[in-house]
């Protein structure tokens, strides 16, 4: 029935050939489709609306609360036109059309706003379109007598559907595939089956990037398939002003109430400040930089620290993802006592997050965050080419804050990236889909729990300690060692550096006389250079040797040489800065113990710089589950070599013959 409808509906598409491209089309399928199925919500009442609308015109009364508490409407319409009586009137028809909207009670024109719909008249008009779209559209019975609101919902779900197939190079930006969201809501609702069934539930259900509101639909649906009698309620954000027409359209002709459906960006300017919910969901873009909000949200970070919803770090600019995982953390319940319910999350990213930063970056210290407060449930690799504007691996984590006793302290890899079925056509860049099997099987492989390693067969599934992402990075330090001779060469290095030719010209002269008096002449200890150093400067009559001449002069004539005396201060070993380096030592294991075992018998003489030491947090997610595939034999590869030349021969041998 649904399809069949959406079908019938897009089919006027075909009036808006010639002036209008394909993938136009759903610009003006999607708003006519909402004013009619509004149109045909409202005929009942509509004679009744216009006489009461009259009677409080002039009274000072809100009309929206009088008509909405004697009609039980959530919206209202207070033009004399109706679909019928516009499509009998073509003359005045672009007018009277926008009359007909202006009509409409303020929670709902926004959405035509969103949609644009008076430039749309306008063009329409102009195009010689209107009338023949209206017209049609007059003649598509929407009544709720005849389509349901869950029938209406799958129509303009459908539609969507379609207006994203026609419109590849956008459908990312508002359009998450159907079946990864169903998985994300069956992992969000897993182990809640209990509470989610109980009579009359309440909860709430919150989406901060809703697009055209797919995920809150999924969730709301699920919900109610599971428990007829839950009252889901349902909050949503969009940034784009036409996702967000699309988003509070669908909740519109489903019956649902759109007050909690705000428009606006996430980042900068909170819809719902303090509030939180029961279930939050999310597809955030991926690799989308947050340049134009970086303001607002260093300065959120940096006087609210963790008081606000950025406390724990900010990532690099290129990649907003993160920041709205910290923002949907902030919206889960606090859990303040055993028995509180908290909150459950699912969010899709991409690889980024999962390891981009070393320790003490942005990245880093979010991931550290979430895991040391064992907030992070479950993660689950998608296949890749499974959304319509990018091919890349995709990942669904799953956050609780009042996890099980049997997954506290741990996070669970399920590894679903050879999990899908092949697409007959391709869209945009989606070629790979989820099936029925596949989400059951995920499913059951996060119920299960469990940790899969058989060295002979492929892991689908691991379960880690918190612990087991986090590492150390220990500062590994070699002592300086240095070798100065004194050739030409070097005393032009020398004139030529910075602190030397900021020098008066006479000074410069002395370095320039001292060098020469110096050349051919080779020092394996810094003292002992320095002092003869100093000597020579002064003897060249430079009269006040300051020492970041001295440096300067040494720095650029010392050479490395492990023979040579070590550099020290105070007694103390001077590092080497070309010889640094890092090593990730895992939380589990003691530093020293590491050191000892994988530095020391390679570099004897190294220490470790404690002050530098920093602990970092990632999941190299990959790295878990990869197996290793021994290289083909030398006889294999020779047996397919004289196959090849024996086919090649008679290959020839033909060709002669």
């Not at 709430?204 to 509101?213: E, N």
Request: glycine share 6%; aromatic share 8%; hydrophobic share 40%.
């Amino acid at each position: 029935m649904a399809t069949t409808n959406a079908t019938l509906i897009w089919s006027i598409a075909n009036k808006l050939r010639g002036p209008y491209q394909p993938n136009q089309y759903g610009d003006v399928i999607l708003p006519f489709t909402i004013l009619r199925r509004l149109d045909a919500i409202l005929a009942p009442t509509k004679e009744a609306v216009l006489a009461e609308h009259e009677k409080f015109l002039n009274s000072g009364i809100d009309p929206f609360v009088v008509l909405k508490s004697k009609f039980g409407l959530p919206f209202f319409n207070t033009s004399v036109w109706d679909f019928g009586k516009l499509a009998a009137d073509p003359t005045g028809l672009a007018d009277n059309l926008l009359d007909y909207i202006e009509g409409f009670s303020p929670n709902i024109r926004d959405v035509f706003d969103g949609f644009k719909l008076p430039e749309l008249i306008d063009d329409l008009d102009k195009k010689d379109r209107l009338f023949l779209i209206v017209k049609d559209f007059a003649n598509v019975d929407l009544h709720p007598d005849r389509v349901s609101g869950h029938d209406m919902g799958y129509i303009f779900e459908e539609l969507i559907r379609k207006f994203a197939e026609s419109n590849n190079a956008q459908a990312g930006d508002h359009f998450t595939p159907r079946e990864v969201i169903a998985l994300m809501v069956n992992l969000l609702y897993a182990d809640k089956d209990l509470e989610l069934t109980a009579p009359g539930i309440v909860r709430t259900i919150y989406d901060p990037a809703a697009g055209t509101g797919g995920m809150l639909s999924v969730a709301y649906d699920h919900l109610v398939k599971m428990n007829p009698d839950a009252k889901p309620v349902l909050y949503g954000q969009e940034i784009n002003p036409r996702s967000y027409a699309m988003c509070k359209s669908d909740m519109i002709i489903k019956g649902q109430s759109v007050d909690n459906i705000y428009e606006g960006d996430t980042l900068v300017d909170d819809g719902f400040t303090g509030e939180h919910f029961d279930f939050l969901l999310s597809n955030p873009p991926f690799g989308v930089e947050w340049k134009t909000q970086q303001k607002q949200v260093t300065d959120e970070h940096q006087q609210q620290g963790f008081a606000g919803r950025f406390g724990p770090g900010l990532p690099r600019v290129s990649d907003g993802s993160l920041l709205f995982l910290m923002h949907l953390i902030k919206k889960m319940r606090p859990v303040r006592k055993p028995g509180d319910q908290g909150s459950r999350l699912a969010i899709v990213l991409n690889g980024s997050p999962l390891f981009t930063g070393g320790a003490g970056s942005g990245e880093s210290n979010i991931r550290q965050w979430i895991i040391e407060n064992d907030l992070l449930d479950a993660i689950i690799a998608l296949p890749t080419d499974m959304f319509y504007n990018t091919g890349i691996s995709t990942y669904i984590w799953i956050l609780d804050n009042a996890k099980s006793d049997e997954r506290k302290g741990k996070v669970q890899l399920i590894n679903a990236v050879d999990m899908y079925g092949k697409m007959r056509k391709s869209l945009g860049s989606k070629r790979k889909e989820l099936r029925p099997q596949d989400i059951q099987k995920i499913c059951e492989l996060y119920d299960a729990f469990r940790h899969d390693d058989d060295p002979d067969q492929p892991a689908l599934s691991k379960v880690f300690n918190n612990a087991d992402f986090g590492y150390r990075t220990i500062t590994v330090e070699r002592p300086l060692q240095l070798r100065f001779h004194v050739t030409d060469d070097t005393a032009d290095l020398v004139l030529a550096s910075k602190a030397i030719t900021k020098l008066p010209t006479s000074d410069q002269d002395a370095v320039r006389d001292a060098s020469t008096a110096l050349t051919g002449r080779s020092w394996t200890n810094r003292d002992a250079f320095v002092t003869e150093l100093k000597t020579a400067l002064k003897a060249a009559g430079m009269a006040k040797v300051g020492a970041p001449v001295v440096k300067a002069i040494w720095t650029t004539i010392g050479q490395h040489d492990p023979d040579a005396d070590v550099v020290t201060t105070k007694g103390k070993p001077e590092p080497d800065t070309s010889l640094r380096d890092t090593e990730n030592v895992p939380l589990s294991e003691d530093i020293d113990d590491y050191f000892a075992r994988e530095v020391l018998p390679h570099v004897p003489d190294a220490w470790i710089d404690h002050e530098k030491t920093k602990t970092g947090y990632e999941i190299p997610f990959t790295r878990h589950f990869y197996r290793y595939t021994p290289p083909r034999s030398l006889e294999e590869i020779r047996k397919d070599l004289r196959q090849l030349v024996e086919e090649i021969q008679a290959m020839l041998a033909e060709v002669g013959a």
